[in-house]
């Protein structure tokens, strides 16, 4: 979370806080045409001249530099390239038979902002390559030629996988290389294999290199750039980020790393190790070109064993169920809040969520439904607070003397009051405390919509897509802290939040400036919540709603006169009631202080 997100989550919490204490009451790509099996397109490398023609196999007929630099290998160094399509419901991968490289990664259920197919990884802005150390040196294996093999299995629950095996080799060896790919996954598994080809190759790891400048996918690319980071998970069990912002940044990871994730803020590209990586570094900055998000890059080493190495690529959206059953961690490309809210959206919000999308294909449908979900499961709470502050209304009269009696005298004034709550039988935080309570299911909100894959490019009324901003007037300029755009579903959560507060302060016993700060905090809040989601703006509209409706119900069946008469019953049978050494212990230090106070 960078600086400006921070602190706007910072006010956000003071304000509510405050606000609760004194005034709450408590996209489909165009189908292509393919083959079943594969789909190929084959692109001749330009032939050499007469003189320079090579016969491969003859090692004594290639020329002396590339004998010299590939070895046993030189005649693998020729060939012409294809290109394979692996493909399932999901995703679409072209592989290269030169290098056995991943060319081109699609999404086929999502389109980019644009509405054009959503290219997750190519080869003009991503570029992977795998080496070796060998006798000649370090050899890259994008420079050999792979013949390729591809068939399909079916496992005994009926999944159907495609295979596609790519062999290299001479009379001294093979280099095999396999990539598959599962129906309904978005994970590309990999293996590479040294056969024979004794002492030629000298190291024991698979190098890799991994350069990828983020394509922007979404309309708002500060808030994309905000949320795209390099993610990845220690052996130890540890999740760890660059973070977010415009530095660059880099860094060396001593201790073995078990993935890396590229993470934007709807979608991953990531590289999941069978055991380990080592010797991982990583590195991300911010260009200034506007089509590119940010730049990213990974180097790591694969061990391989008995000269075998494996991995697997995740390709597809930040998901969290999915994510959680990628690998261990993996589902922290989401982010879900800090640990004191992250909780309400992993084991509620999220399945929630899924629940009511089996039903509802209308997410502003799906998000008046959470707030009428949660409403009704938090009323409890409501209703406690609301009779917290009933309480304390019904003995304003008692308050009120004591503050004429004792009101040059502060420290005299607490200890009268705490007294005369004892004796009625009020608490001054029944009102406060559920609200408290309640507040991580807001804050988890905070998080979750702007993190939300569900709602982007859903519509819902004047908003085109829930995921970011409704524009409902663009502006010739731009607002400081505010922005160059209004939106209507901020404004009408900032009305609903000052009528909310207006229908509060009837019920409270503020007074002064502490009661007009109320209607100064929904005002702070749509320069906040201005270019955050509609989503997110739309559900606090519509829980203000919901929240005046209670109130008002339950203000239909509370007699003030009533709670009075259990006041006074409460005066009656506490008039001989004893302190309790709580309230003993707090009296001692306010009469300690309030002394030292006058010695000074």
């Known amino acids: 979370m960078d600086k400006n997100q921070a602190t706007g989550l910072i006010l956000f919490a003071a304000v509510i806080l405050v606000y609760s204490i004194f005034f709450a009451s408590s996209p489909e790509i165009p189908e292509v045409e393919t083959n ?138 093979q280099l095999i290389q396999t990539f598959s790919l599962a129906d309904g996954s978005y994970v590309v598994a990999k293996s590479f294999e040294v056969d024979r080809y004794a002492g ?21 690319l500060a808030e994309s750039r905000r949320k795209t980071e390099v993610n990845y998970y220690l052996s130890s069990e540890s999740y760890e980020h660059l973070g977010v912002g415009d530095d660059a940044e880099q860094e060396i990871v001593e201790e073995p790393v078990k993935w890396v994730a590229f993470s934007q803020r709807f979608f991953t590209a990531g ?24 730049s990213m890059a990974t180097s ?29 961690g993996f589902e922290n490309n989401v982010d879900m809040g800090y640990f004191f809210v992250s909780w309400v959206n992993k084991y509620i919000i999220v399945n929630l969520f899924a629940l009511l999308e089996d039903y509802f294909t209308n997410y502003g449908v799906i998000i008046i439904l959470i707030v009428l979900l949660i409403k009704m499961v938090l009323f409890p ?29 502060a420290t005299k004034m607490q200890q009268e009051q705490m007294k005369l709550f004892s004796q009625l039988g009020v608490s001054p935080i029944s009102g406060c405390l559920p609200l408290l309570l309640q ?8 998080f979750f919509f702007p993190n939300a894959i569900e709602l982007r490019q859903e519509s819902f ?74 989503g997110l703006s739309f559900y606090y509209f519509v829980s203000n709603m919901v929240t005046f409706a209670q109130q008002a119900l339950i203000k239909l069946f509370v007699d003030d006169k009533k709670i009075r008469e259990k006041v006074e019953e409460n005066k009656v ?28």
């Open 36 to 173: 079943p099996v594969a789909q190929t397109e084959t692109v001749q490398e330009a032939q050499p001249s007469p003189n320079q023609q090579v016969l491969a196999g003859n090692d004594s007929t290639l020329d002396a530099s590339r004998i010299e630099k590939f070895g046993v290998l030189a005649n693998l160094t020729q060939g012409s390239e294809e290109e394979i399509m692996l493909e399932n419901d999901l995703i679409q991968v072209k592989i290269s038979t030169k290098g056995a490289q991943i060319k081109q990664v699609i999404l086929k259920e999502y389109k980019s902002w644009t509405m054009e197919p959503l290219i997750l990884f190519d080869e003009e802005t991503s570029k992977m390559a795998f080496s070796l150390e060998s006798q000649k040196g370090n050899l890259n294996l994008e420079d050999l030629y792979f013949q390729s093999e591809i068939s399909n299995s079916e496992n005994d629950e009926g999944v159907k996988t495609q295979t596609l095996t790519l062999k290299a080799g001479t009379e001294s060896g």
């Open 200 to 220: 030629f190759f000298t190291g024991n790891s698979l190098q890799m290199t991994w350069e990828d400048q983020i394509k922007a996918q979404e309309k708002d």
């Open 271 to 294: 590289i999941i190790a069978d055991s380990v990586f080592q010797n991982v570094n990583l590195s991300q900055s911010t260009p200034t070109d506007s089509l590119i998000v940010r």
């Open 300 to 328: 790591l080493s694969i061990p391989m064993e008995n000269g075998a190495a494996s991995m697997s690529f995740y390709f597809g959206p930040d998901k969290y169920k999915t994510l959680k059953t990628i690998t261990e």
């Open 381 to 409: 709470l409501t209703y406690k607070s609301y009779m917290g502050m009933a309480k304390m209304r019904v003995i304003k009269p008692e308050i009120d003397e004591l503050k004429e009696k004792y009101g040059d005298d």
């Open 439 to 446: 507040m991580p299911f807001l804050f988890a909100m905070f």
């Open 461 to 534: 009324w004047w908003a085109d897509d829930l995921s970011t901003y409704d524009t409902f007037i663009s502006l010739p300029f731009t607002i400081p802290f505010y922005g160059a755009h209004v939106s209507l579903f901020t404004l009408l959560m900032t009305v609903s939040q000052i009528v909310y507060t207006h229908f509060n302060n009837q019920l409270t016993t503020a007074t002064g400036p502490m009661k007009n700060l109320g209607y100064i905090m929904p005002v702070m809040f749509m320069f906040v919540l201005n270019s955050y989601p509609a």
């Open 573 to 600: 049978k506490n008039v001989n009631k004893k302190k309790s050494k709580f309230q003993q212990r707090l009296e001692d230090a306010m009469r300690s202080a309030d002394t030292a106070k006058k010695k000074q």
